[in-house]
């Protein structure tokens, strides 16, 4: 299905954005989905995760309490809103599917990526 990100941008620390993930194709609601990111010369992380009815979520620690993922199956489109930013979140973000029922971790488990949206955070 494809996947494509929006709404990344440079923003001052303790500012706020938020990303939003379309898909086409596919009947959205068949998908969990999720949020990467990969900062320069480091390793993607999983960042958020939501099950396919967006009844369950899941966060990696470091952005637990700032950020929120949701989704719109009428709108096939996931979200992620970025709250209290900081310098250290700055990476490229992506959006992942895959058909299981709730969203994991493992990056290698999905089989849809979006091409990234930039999130620059300065200080």
């Known amino acids: 299905v494809p996947l494509v990100e929006s709404g990344g941008g440079l923003v001052q620390a303790v500012g706020s954005l938020r990303l939003s993930c379309a898909a086409s194709g596919r009947t959205f609601d068949s998908f969990a989905m999720a949020w990467f990111r990969q900062a320069p010369g480091k390793e993607r992380e999983f960042v958020a995760g939501?099950?396919?009815?967006?009844?369950?979520?899941d966060y990696t620690d470091s952005v637990r309490g700032r950020f929120t993922i949701s989704r719109d199956n009428a709108k096939n489109t996931v979200y992620l809103q970025m709250n209290s930013l900081k310098p250290e979140d700055t990476a490229v973000y992506y959006c992942?599917?895959?058909?299981?029922?709730?969203?994991?971790?493992?990056?290698?488990?999905?089989?849809?990526w979006g091409q990234g949206t930039q999130v620059t955070v300065s200080s």
């Open positions: 939501i099950s396919r009815t967006g009844g369950n979520t």
């Open positions: 992942a599917a895959d058909t299981r029922w709730m969203a994991l971790r493992q990056g290698r488990d999905y089989d849809y």
